[in-house]
T-cell receptor, first 116, second 115 residues
C-alpha cells in the first residue's frame, strides 16, 4: 500500500519569502510518480509539479521546485518568492506501478497562508 | 483549450435519492478518474475509465457507479444517497493511463450535499 504524509497542517509565510512544504511517502513500488497540487477555496485542484522516481534531477516549474530525496522518501515542495495568490491548500500525491499508475494517493494537505 | 468541465457545480439531494454527475475531459484526453473529497477522509479514489472500460475501482460500495462514453465524457452515479455521501466530487482527465508521468488535470468539482 502507498501512503503520503504531510506533517504540517498549516504554514504562514510573508509575501516574497520562500516556503517549504513537507511530504514523505511510503511505497514498495520501484517505479512511481510524485505530484503536487494546489487547491484554492474554489475547489479546483491545480497541478503544480511532477517528479519521477528515476529522475536524477529535481523538478522545477517556475517558482515551484521539488526537493526529491529518494533514500529518505521525501518530496518537499519549495515555493520561492511567495505571492498572496499562493494562499491555498497544497496536496502531495503519488501513484505507482502496482496500481498500473492508475490511482493517485493523496496526503491530508497543508494550508498555506501568505500575508502582505 | 478548455479544461475539465464538471456539471453541475452544486447539488442538494435528500437521503434515498440518486444523483448523476457529469465530466467532460480536456479535448484529446481519453482517461477519466473520479475522486471523492471529504473533511474526514480526505481525497479518495473512486474509479478510472479508459476507452469506455472501467480500469480500476476504489474501495466504495456498489451504490457508486460510473461509465464512460465513446467521446470520453464520463458520468458517475450514486444511488440511495446517504448523509455521508456529502462531499466534493472531483473528476480528472489525462491523455492515456498506465504511465507514472501522466498528469491528471482536475475539474472544479461538484459539491453534493445530502440532507
Amino acid at each position: 500500500a502507498q501512503k503520503i504524509t504531510q506533517t504540517q497542517p498549516g504554514m504562514f509565510v510573508q509575501e516574497k519569502e520562500a516556503v517549504t512544504l513537507d511530504c514523505t511517502y511510503d511505497t514498495s513500488d520501484q517505479s512511481y510518480g510524485l505530484f503536487w497540487y494546489k487547491q484554492p477555496s474554489s475547489g479546483e485542484m491545480i497541478f503544480l509539479i511532477y517528479q519521477g522516481s528515476y529522475d536524477e534531477q529535481n523538478a522545477t516549474e517556475g517558482r515551484y521546485s521539488l526537493n526529491f530525496q529518494k533514500a529518505r522518501k521525501s518530496a518537499n515542495l519549495v515555493i520561492s518568492a511567495s505571492q498572496l495568490g499562493d494562499s491555498a491548500m497544497y496536496f502531495c500525491a503519488m501513484r505507482g506501478s502496482r496500481s498500473g499508475y492508475s490511482t493517485l494517493t493523496f496526503g491530508k494537505g497543508t494550508m498555506l497562508l501568505v500575508s502582505p | 483549450k478548455a479544461g475539465v468541465t464538471q456539471t453541475p457545480r452544486y447539488l442538494i439531494k435528500t437521503r434515498g435519492q440518486q444523483v448523476t454527475l457529469s465530466c467532460s475531459p480536456i479535448s484529446g484526453h481519453r482517461s477519466v478518474s473520479w475522486y471523492q473529497q471529504t473533511p474526514g477522509q480526505g481525497l479518495q479514489f473512486l474509479f478510472e475509465y479508459f476507452s469506455e472500460t472501467q480500469r480500476n475501482k476504489g474501495n466504495f460500495p456498489g451504490r457508486f457507479s460510473g461509465r464512460q462514453f465513446s467521446n470520453s465524457r464520463s458520468e458517475m452515479n450514486v444511488s440511495t444517497l446517504e448523509l455521508g455521501d456529502s462531499a466534493l466530487y472531483l473528476c480528472a482527465s489525462s491523455l492515456v493511463p498506465g504511465e507514472a508521468k501522466n498528469i491528471q488535470y482536475f475539474g472544479a468539482g461538484t459539491r453534493l450535499s445530502v440532507l
